[in-house]
C-alpha cells in the first residue's frame, strides 16, 4: 500500500509561485506514474501534471509553460513548481500515483491518491 502525504499549499497573490511536495511511503516499488490533480468546488478533478517512471513528464494546457513537476527518487518525493500563479489556480491539489500505465490526465486510472493540499491564488 503507497500513501502519499501533500504539503506546501497556501495562499498567494497573483502572479507568486508555491511549490507543492508529495512524499510516497517506502513501499513505491512499481509505481509508474505519478500525477498532480487539482479540483475547485463545482468542479471535477482535473489533471495538472503527470510524470512516468522513464522521467517524461506532460502538463495540462492551462499550466503549460508556469508549472512544472519533478521527482527525486532517492527521496520519493515528488513536486510541483507553481509559478505566475493565477485566481483561477485556486483549487484542492491531489498527489496520486498508479502502478499501471495510466493517461496521466484520467484520475480513474491512479490507484493511490493523498488527501490534498489547498491553493488559494487572490487578485
Known amino acids: 500500500q503507497v500513501q502519499l502525504v501533500e504539503s506546501g499549499g497556501g495562499s498567494v497573490q497573483a502572479g507568486g509561485s508555491l511549490r507543492l511536495s508529495c512524499v510516497a511511503s517506502?513501499?513505491?516499488?512499481?509505481?509508474?506514474?505519478m500525477g498532480w490533480f487539482r479540483q475547485a468546488p463545482g468542479k471535477e478533478r482535473e489533471g495538472v501534471a503527470g510524470?512516468?517512471?522513464?522521467?517524461?513528464?506532460y502538463y495540462g494546457d492551462s499550466v503549460k509553460g508556469r508549472f512544472t513537476i519533478s521527482q527525486d527518487n532517492a527521496k520519493n518525493t515528488v513536486y510541483l513548481q507553481m509559478n505566475s500563479l493565477k485566481p483561477e489556480d485556486t483549487a484542492m491539489y491531489f498527489c496520486?500515483?498508479?502502478?499501471?500505465?495510466?493517461?496521466?490526465?484520467?484520475?480513474?486510472?491512479?490507484?493511490?491518491w493523498g488527501q490534498g493540499t489547498q491553493v488559494t491564488v487572490s487578485s
Open positions: 496520486a500515483a498508479a502502478d499501471t500505465f495510466p493517461m496521466w490526465y484520467e484520475a480513474a486510472e491512479y490507484n493511490y
Open positions: 517506502e513501499f513505491t516499488h512499481g509505481i509508474l506514474c
Open positions: 510524470i512516468y517512471i522513464d522521467g517524461s513528464t
